[in-house]
């Protein structure tokens, strides 16, 4: 290598930002970014029926979110959600997609999106030409009426219509099914092979204390997912996984499927010691940790100053990193085991981003 060239790298090397650790050694490297804390479904697990929306003054204006999420990549976020509520039905949403795509490959190694399909059909191509390879669906049952009481303003149809388009787009397709204790126990199975027919992995979520709940709700709603892996494998060969997405999945392999079977149990399994990942909602607040409090605004940082490499707002973001807690510590947990009663954080589902 020449002079010039090595002169080059070191001086590169020294102007990168030092990355995100916080104070357990774990590494930040993933950032799910809230668009809206709207949606057009009512999921009784993600919000109130009669959910009032935030005022459109506090949230963060596209070209805003685009300033935060850059922040992050420049300190060394490779990985980027996009959230919502229902993150497709923000006005213009998809310049915000356009934008980040151009970061892919230069920093950020993938863009994507948690949705719950109900705009796919139309916006399954323009996502692909932005950049976005992978989507995450929400979908809890394949029964309509089910699906329209979960949902309340929603029908299945177009949801599947959307993952239709979703694969004709060439986007990977994963499905995430929250479980609900005596609702869509006895659909597992079901949607276990109804995904793998059509090359989609599944992930498989319990149920978690937040959102404002009448006492014991959430409990009652409870189904452990060992239980779940117990009665699939009374059907289905599931063989652990050599697969790691950087997120709190457990995988496995299922052979009569050829697909992946994912089970996120943030209830029974621990899956903190790994946590690499931070939420910003829409309206610019840093939680560290979807179970935990603790928070910290950019709203005034950014807007003062809409720029990616705004010092203050990295030291915002390092400063909320800093205070990072060790595991979520949901009280569900103590609750199950008899110790107390069942404690929600009141942030509902669509106002966190999930």
Request: charged content about 25%; glycine content about 10%; some cysteine.
């Amino acid at each position: 290598m020449c002079y010039h060239c090595a002169m080059t790298l070191l001086a590169s090397a020294a102007a990168a930002p030092a990355p995100l650790v916080d104070p357990h050694g774990r590494r930040v490297s993933y950032l799910r970014l809230s668009v809206t804390d709207r949606c057009d479904f009512r999921c009784s697990y993600c919000m109130p029926e009669n959910v009032a929306f935030l005022p459109k003054r506090d949230v963060l204006s596209l070209e805003e979110l685009d300033a935060v999420a850059r922040a992050f990549v420049r300190l060394g976020v490779s990985k980027l959600r996009i959230t919502g509520g229902e993150p497709l039905v923000r006005r213009n949403v998809l310049s915000l997609f356009q934008s980040l795509g151009g970061l892919v490959g230069s920093g950020l190694r993938e863009l994507t999106l948690t949705t719950n399909g109900s705009q796919l059909g139309r916006l399954a191509v323009p996502l692909y030409g932005a950049g976005v390879r992978r989507v995450n669906v929400s979908l809890d049952t394949l029964d309509p009426g089910r699906f329209g009481r979960l949902t309340r303003t929603g029908h299945l149809q177009p949801v599947l219509d959307g993952l239709a388009a979703a694969k004709a787009a060439r986007l990977k397709v994963k499905i995430n099914a929250v479980v609900i204790k005596d609702f869509n126990e006895d659909e597992l199975l079901d949607l276990v092979r109804w995904c793998g027919a059509r090359d989609f992995d599944i992930t498989f979520i319990e149920v978690m204390p937040l959102g404002e709940l009448t006492p014991g709700v959430r409990l009652s709603q409870y189904l452990s997912l060992a239980e779940v892996r117990r009665r699939l494998g009374e059907h289905l060969s599931l063989v652990p996984a050599d697969k790691d997405t950087g997120g709190p999945s457990r995988y496995y392999f299922c052979e009569e499927t050829g697909g992946n079977v994912g089970f996120i149990a943030p209830m029974t399994g621990n899956f903190c010691d790994n946590c690499n990942r931070v939420r910003v909602t829409c309206t610019g607040t840093l939680y560290p940790c979807l179970g935990q409090n603790t928070a910290r605004s950019l709203r005034d940082i950014v807007r003062a100053d809409p720029t990616a490499d705004s010092p203050e707002l990295e030291a915002a973001i390092r400063g909320a990193v800093a205070r990072k807690p060790k595991g979520h510590d949901f009280a569900l947990h103590h609750a199950l085991a008899g110790a107390a009663d069942e404690v929600a954080v009141s942030r509902s589902m669509n106002t966190t981003g999930g």
